[in-house]
């Protein structure tokens, strides 16, 4: 048994994309790990429009570490530009950091 798997942990990003490029019309997908316990929430936005929540988004949780995977199956020019991963369990402050999307136009 590990450490953490009892201990209370504020949440904090251990991992996250910080920019993908690619071409219009392809996969793009955006990743932010989070280690928290209790397990965090975690929230992606896209920076320029910050009250509205990105759905579509799938975590994954395993012991302490939660992965939120933010897939794109055909990017476009209204895909392209920041994102910010927000994660919080109740501990601490909320944290937050931010992952990049470039579209190369053909």
């Known amino acids: 048994m590990k450490w953490f798997e009892h201990a209370t942990v ?23 790990v989070v280690l928290a316990n209790p397990v965090a929430v975690i929230t992606w936005y896209r920076i320029g429009d910050p009250v ?20 794109i199956a055909h990017a476009s020019s209204h895909n392209a530009g920041l994102y910010r991963c927000v994660a919080y369990n109740g501990i601490g402050a909320r944290v937050n950091a931010t992952a990049n999307i470039v579209l190369l136009r053909k």
């Open 52 to 71: 509205v929540e990105v759905i579509g988004a799938q975590v994954q949780v395993a012991a302490s570490v939660a992965t939120s995977k933010l897939s």
């Open 10 to 32: 504020a949440a904090e990003i251990v991992n996250v994309t910080s920019e993908q490029v690619v071409n219009e019309t392809s996969p793009v997908t955006l990743e932010c």
